[in-house]
């Protein structure tokens, strides 16, 4: 054959590819063998889980139709929770006493099962979504069972499972109104805390993107704080309780802060920003305390600092005390309040290295507006419990203290 010669096919033969032909899907016949296994161990779960590892059952393709197996006893009709055709066990999650020590093996097992084949945490999850979404068609201690599993998978930290796929599904409107969610949470709750603290359960919250909206849970006729802290209080979950109102706190504390920082930044009148104050305290009844430290925070944030400038500082802080001492006067109504006051400009010149030399300046500032009296200055020099600084900042202010004390003394 010449080099100008094309070469050809001719004789060569040509393989076909082979199509994968998949087997027919069958779970019934899935089902009932997990069963039988359930039922030749009398649903001793050690046994069930050896027999289950060293069986050739296809798990990858029926891993939906396993747990259901796990949680009712069998194979359930698709989309429902109505058990379908086929054997049954009565060794099921739903089945059992509604107690965690009950439920807990359960959870154990499918720990387990869950360490030898990982790839089933997405079928758990999707069981665990289609039955939460379906709790209208539990039984009421049924429900209860499914609350307790839930909580003790968390709390077992089941090969992690995942809670924003877990719980979103519980905010249906038809659950929520029906009042079966906040039932559902409230078991949930109760169990998850006997071994774990609130700071737990928010963790677990936050990951399901539920910490913010926790009145959700709640029919719209009973969604309201005092709504929130009667039925957790009544159920004994005064730490939830809690740890909502201090996230409520917060929440109206943010926000009061927000407002008087847009008004200072555009020098709105200051009886205008008093006013904002004022109804901000009346409707989140917010602690005067809590108060005086956040209009401090707000008005040295609105400060423009110099980098190394200690002067050009110093000016800059003791004109925005003289500008809005009014503001800090109204709301400065005891000597109380007047010593927090002390400690908040105590504790920032302490944490912000530019601000360390200005603590006499500011202090002598704001005893010459009248927002501190005397006995509150004096009281701070020889009795002060705050120890960050404080050192540094008595000798700081001493010269000023022995000019009080003298004058104090001629009178």
Not at 185 to 212: A, C, P, Q, W
Not at 222 to 238: D, I, M, N, Q, V
Not at 278 to 300: S, T
């Amino acid at each position: 054959m010449s080099s100008k010669e094309k070469p050809t096919l001719g004789g060569t033969r040509i393989k076909t590819r082979k199509r994968n032909i998949a087997a027919p899907l069958d779970p019934a016949a899935f089902a009932d063998a997990v069963v039988q296994i359930y039922l030749d161990n009398a649903g001793d779960l050690e046994l069930v889980c050896k027999n289950l590892e060293s069986s050739d059952l296809n798990f990858s393709r029926y891993g939906d139709t396993f747990f259901e197996v796990v949680f009712t006893g069998g194979r359930t009709q698709p989309g429902t929770i109505k058990p379908d055709e086929g054997e049954r066990h009565p060794y099921s999650i739903i089945d059992c006493e509604p107690k965690r020590e009950v439920i807990l093996p359960s959870v154990i097992y499918i720990q387990k099962i869950l360490r030898r084949k990982p790839f089933l945490i997405k079928n758990l999850e999707n069981v665990m979504q289609r039955f939460l979404q379906s709790l209208e068609l539990f039984e009421e201690n049924e429900r209860k069972k499914l609350a307790i599993f839930t909580a003790l998978a968390f709390s077992q930290k089941l090969s992690g499972l995942p809670p924003e796929t877990v719980l979103q599904p519980l905010l249906k409107d038809n659950l929520v109104a029906k009042g079966l969610v906040l039932s559902f949470v409230t078991d949930f709750f109760k169990e998850y805390l006997v071994d774990n603290s609130v700071e737990d359960l928010i963790s677990i919250l936050k990951r399901g993107k539920m910490e913010d909206n926790l009145l959700d849970f709640f029919p719209s006729a009973k969604r309201s704080a005092e709504g929130f802290a009667e039925h957790f209080t009544k159920e004994g979950l005064t730490s939830l309780v809690e740890y909502n109102e201090k996230k409520i706190f917060e929440v109206k504390l943010k926000e009061m802060k927000s407002a008087v920082t847009t008004q200072i930044s555009e020098e709105t009148d200051i009886s205008e920003v008093i006013e904002t104050v004022k109804q901000h305290v009346k409707d989140a009844k917010l602690p005067d305390v809590e108060v005086v430290r956040m209009l401090w925070d707000v008005l040295m944030d609105a400060v423009q600092w110099s980098g190394k400038n200690q002067q050009q500082n110093s000016n800059a802080a003791l004109r925005q005390v003289k500008t809005w001492a009014k503001l800090l006067n109204t709301f400065c109504t005891s000597g109380k309040l007047e010593l927090e006051l002390i400690y908040k400009v105590q504790m920032q010149c302490y944490e912000d290295a530019k601000l360390m030399k200005l603590f006499p300046e500011i202090i002598r500032s704001l005893y010459d507006l009248d927002v501190l009296a005397e006995d509150t200055i004096l009281h701070w020099f020889r009795k002060g419990t705050n120890p960050k600084g404080r050192q540094t900042f008595v000798k700081a202010l001493e010269p000023f203290v022995n000019w009080l004390e003298e004058a104090e003394e001629e009178e």
